[in-house]
């Protein structure tokens, strides 16, 4: 017997706010956001008994009233050719190419939180990197979550031409303390030939916030993407990052680093998609727990048939600085074509006892050593950095957060 | 310096050292040698420290302190050093951070101000050279990555760098080609002098023709067996250890 069930109720009314903006923008992004909206409705809000949402309740954001807020993101940097800024403002020829793009690589079906964001799309942050683009400035895209109970919908299109190179910083702030924002944001990336491309993600809202980001990534052939995300703050986090190695010799490296603590949570899903032959990924996602906070990490691979000589690595070493602390940690491979190299592992751990007694045979104090090991632990992503001031100033918001630990019974 | 009294440790309910005494006076160097499992390095885990060991009785008492009493940061401090057998790899923790913490904690607890980034840089380049070390091994996370001989060298190195006034080297010879050898022994010798003392711990004679023990003590199965001269070594050397066992169960024969 089947049972259709109507998607939980909400407080906050997101289709009287989709009809709010309704008339609002040219004819392409109110048909964007009517599309979006369909999707939406038929989906409604993800629950626990779903699979894909079993370890993440988002009971606080279904249940919240939340308000639309009309923060801009701040856009700065870019090399020569260089276009970023708002969508609406971009030269006409930019503008019909990143129509045509927007929300062809984040699908979705399955992903309600894309179609939320879709129904009340607004703004569009748009990075396009030109043909043969060399690395110039470093661009950075911040969003700052409205104060309070804001609602926000970041938007981010980022265009690499073939043989472009660059390096782009999306982050993710506010409110202060008290705020209780929540943020749906998408951010769509699209490389093509032989591309160059480094993507850091850094989310370090407020500590009341909830927010669900998509990052969905294409690397045509011979294009290389390394992603960043590095998730410091808000009260629940989740994000679902994937990207599609979509043409010959095309590899990805993504590198993820999760601080929790308090009641915190954070969830982490990532989906490679080896859709042709001879590429390569890479994942390393880290996590440190302390107090009574939860984290998940599903990392699936999927080798499309065919995608033979497919490389690929997966590792999620997790610390637990509690035994309150818990994270569920899941590899799922799909693997279709036969010459492959596949692999995955996971850790659950605590502090090294044979480390820390060697620091303190050095004269070093047991909350020193235990800070040392968890900020080496951590340097292991942080290091990998390639920008000095963005990893500078990561390290020292990572110390800042890290919890006074013990070494110190016995 | 050092006085051992009677020491009795266990591990998991199994008692591994059973009744150890040791004198280690100022100046002095001595030699612990004795066969695989009879607990030399357990001694040298207790004297620095290590809780995964539980003293059951007897007494360690180092410059009129005792020292069982201290947790090992402050052992470190009071001047003891232990070279590590198995020398722990610490990925992500850069060698140069580690041992500017360790030195200033010293200096801070021996009321000396701390080194900043140049004097520090000096001496460790100064001790650095001793060693025949890489100053490329300062930006490397500490021993990751490191060959069993660099992991050793770089005890040898920590230890010229925070000059400890008794020095623990537990099996430092162990893995080391004799060029290798011969640098250890070159930086342990240079800290030799009237007020140091240093305790070798060894299952073989070889670095012993290098660092020229005072006493030589063996250990068999928990105690210590015999303690003569150097000339104890070079008997231990041609008869081997076989001899020991048989010894174990009796009474031992100290130097007093």
Redesign the interface.
Known sequence: MSRVMAPPPTATDFEALHRLLADRGPDWIREFRAGARAQFVIQGLPHHRMEAWRQTHIAPIAGGRFEPSNTLPEVSGGGDGVWTGRLHEAPEEIQATARRRLGALAGQEGHPFTALNGSLLNEVTLIVLPQGAAAGDLVTIRHTAGPGNSLNVPRTLILAGDGAAGSIVESYEGPGPEGGSFTTAVTEIDCGENTDLKYYRIQREGPGSFHIGRVQARVGPGGKLYTAGITLGAALDRVDAGVTLDGEGASCEMDGLFLTDGVRHVDNRTRIEHAVPNCRSRQVYKGILSDRSTAVFVGRVIVRPGAQATDADQSNPNLLLSDDATVYTRPQLEIYADDVRCTHGATVGQL????L??????????D??GR??V??????IL?RIEIPSLRTQLEFEVAGKLPVTSGTE? | MLSVKNLKASIDGTEILKGIDLDVKAGEVHAIMGPNGSGKSTLAQVIAGRDTYEVTAGSVTYQGKDLLELPPEQRAREGIFLAFQYPVEIPGVNNTYFLKAALNATRKHRGLEELDAMDFLALVREKLKVIHLDEDLLHRPVNAGFSGGEKKRNEIFQMAVLSPKLAVLDETDSGLDIDALRTVAKGVNSLRSKDNAIVVVTHYQRLLEYIVPDHVHVLADGRVVRSGGRELALELEKEGYSWVETQAAGPAKTRG
Do not use: C, H, N, Q
């Not at chain 1, 090294?352 to 480390?355: F, L, N, V």
């Open positions: 090294d006892a044979d480390a007694f060697y620091l303190r045979s050095r004269g070093i104090d047991p020193e050593a040392l090991l900020k080496g632990f951590a340097g292991e290091d016995g």
